[in-house]
């Protein structure tokens, strides 16, 4: 499989908004608006989150899910709000072709098992929202996993979630950088890669891509299949805003 680049939209509302550390959303554009873009610029993948559903305890916003759809192309992602299979399915129905469970895996962890035997482990992403913390007995690998968008902690272990969600029947694994998230200084370099080096299945880095090099060490260094971009692409709070061929000719330059 060839490195991919994948758009993260955090939706709230049927709009994009950006964040640092999962607070202070500011709006972008509505989300159909930016994956017409993005897939004009040639973007691999689109990944959208529902970014409050899972808080707020209802279903993901699936308009949304059909208006992105209806303007993109390329494959899409969604996640947010994904209680049981049939929240899956339903997001399939309304035009995803993957799926992303967070929190709710976290709560019932046979939905993964689920989702995979239903629809494919190929549409199921764990996606794992994970911060640096102690080394512990508990936690030896130094990473703890959150959900409902970072504002609950769970005391489980990143590296050991990662390993039983592969088991489980996840296709793909997203390992998101609280620490990072936003920061536009790189990646969490580390547990990304000893993610990809503990499963086998692809591994997407997210949380962090402010510069183009930063995409080439989570490929080069972390050994990650994919890597979300969002801030880089459109964040106000950035002075330049790249554009995807920008980021596709320095990947080339540098031999990804």
């Not at 939209?9 to 964040?19: C, E, M, Q, S, W």
């Not at 709006?27 to 959208?48: L, Q």
């Amino acid at each position: 499989m060839k490195k991919r680049l994948i758009v993260c939209f955090d939706v709230i509302g049927g709009n994009v908004t950006k964040a640092k550390k999962f607070q202070d959303n500011i709006y972008v554009a509505p989300a159909a608006e930016m994956a017409k873009r993005m897939a004009e610029e040639g973007i691999d993948e689109v990944i959208f989150f529902d970014v409050t559903a899972s808080a707020e305890r209802r279903m993901i916003d699936l308009d949304t899910v059909r208006a992105v759809k209806e303007h993109t192309t390329v494959p899409f992602i969604v996640g947010g709000g994904l209680r049981n299979l049939d929240d899956m399915k339903a997001a399939i129905e309304a035009g995803a072709d993957k799926v992303s469970v967070d929190s709710m895996a976290v709560r019932n962890p046979d939905i993964i098992a689920e989702g995979a035997k239903e629809l494919g482990s190929a549409r199921i992403v764990l996606s794992m929202q994970v911060q640096r913390v102690e080394k512990t007995e508990k936690i030896p690998s130094g990473y703890e996993i959150a959900i409902d968008g970072a504002r609950t902690f769970t005391g489980m272990d990143a590296l050991e979630w990662a390993k039983r969600g592969a088991e489980l029947g996840a296709g793909e694994i997203c390992v998101n950088s609280i620490d990072n998230d936003g920061g536009c200084e790189g990646f969490d370099l580390e547990i990304t890669k000893a993610v990809a080096d503990a499963v086998n299945i692809p591994v997407i880095a997210s949380g962090g891509a402010g510069l183009p090099c930063h995409i080439i060490d989570a490929f080069t260094k972390a050994n990650a299949d994919a890597a979300i971009i969002s801030s880089m692409l459109y964040s106000p709070r950035l002075e330049k805003n790249f554009t995807v061929p920008e980021i596709r000719e320095a990947l080339r330059a540098a031999g990804v």
